[in-house]
């Protein structure tokens, strides 16, 4: 059972918007940096995300990040039909040593 | 453009040691911090730990016991071995570059996987 507690699934049509939530604990959101990553079936896990809400070179303007207290929040916007994939926060947690943990994942499906 | 690739057995015995390869391609691995990750079938993604140069690492509390990382720069790869594993260790095993230097300390580029199962 993941740290962060993350939706099973999500779905919605294209060209609507979607939001991902991701929550966690003071000793691991509250106090860390929060990343999104995006998992492609049979592909490599994505950065989308990094630092709550930073967008690395190559992810589009359509997906963003935010970060309130010990909760985070991932949006698509414009949904188009491959983005369906499984969505994954990230962050490290101080309760044990300094471990990184993961949600436990949405997916998200394009109708 | 750094890549990165896993190689290793595909199935491995219960009790014996899973070993992995990570073969990196276009920067150094002396210069980054590495991680691996793995992905259990049908759930989500576990850390496994992180190394730089074989003078730090940092391991999963859950599995630091049967863990060990380690870096060869001559080949640009870096290794990870599981020891005594069991059916709750098959899983896709990735690894990843982690930017430990960086605020965002997140993992920026990844691996494609490789599966491992375990079993006689």
């Known amino acids: 059972q993941s740290v962060l507690t993350q939706p099973p699934s999500v779905s919605a049509a294209p060209g609507q918007k979607v939001t991902f939530s991701c929550s966690g604990s003071?000793?691991?959101?509250?106090?860390?940096?929060v990343s999104w990553y995006q998992h492609l079936p049979g592909a490599a896990p994505k950065l989308l995300i990094y630092?709550?809400?930073v967008r690395p070179s190559g992810t589009p303007d359509r997906f963003s990040g935010s970060k309130s207290g010990t909760s985070a929040t991932l949006a698509i916007a414009g949904l188009q039909t491959g983005d369906e994939a499984d969505y994954y926060c990230?962050?490290?947690?101080?309760?044990?040593?300094?471990?990184?943990?993961f949600g436990s994942g949405t997916k998200l499906t394009v109708l | 453009q750094v890549q990165l690739q896993e190689s290793g057995p595909g199935l491995v015995k219960p009790s014996e040691t899973l070993s992995l390869t990570c073969t990196v391609s276009g920067d150094s691995t002396s210069k980054y911090y590495w991680s691996w990750i793995r992905q259990p079938p049908g759930k989500g993604l576990e850390w496994v730990g992180y190394i730089y140069n074989s003078e730090s690492t940092n391991y999963n509390p859950s599995l630091e016991s049967r863990v060990i990382m380690s870096v060869d720069s001559s080949r640009n790869q870096c290794s990870l071995k599981l020891s005594s594993v069991t059916a709750a260790d098959t899983a896709v095993y990735y690894c990843?570059?982690?930017?430990?230097?960086?605020?965002?300390?997140?993992?920026?580029?990844w691996g494609r996987g490789t599966m491992v199962t375990v079993s006689s």
């Open positions: 003071n000793s691991n959101i509250g106090n860390n940096y």
């Open positions: 990230g962050t490290w947690d101080n309760s044990l040593g300094t471990t990184y943990i």
């Open positions: 990843a570059r982690l930017r430990l230097e960086l605020r965002s300390r997140a993992l920026d580029i």
């Open positions: 630092e709550n809400n």
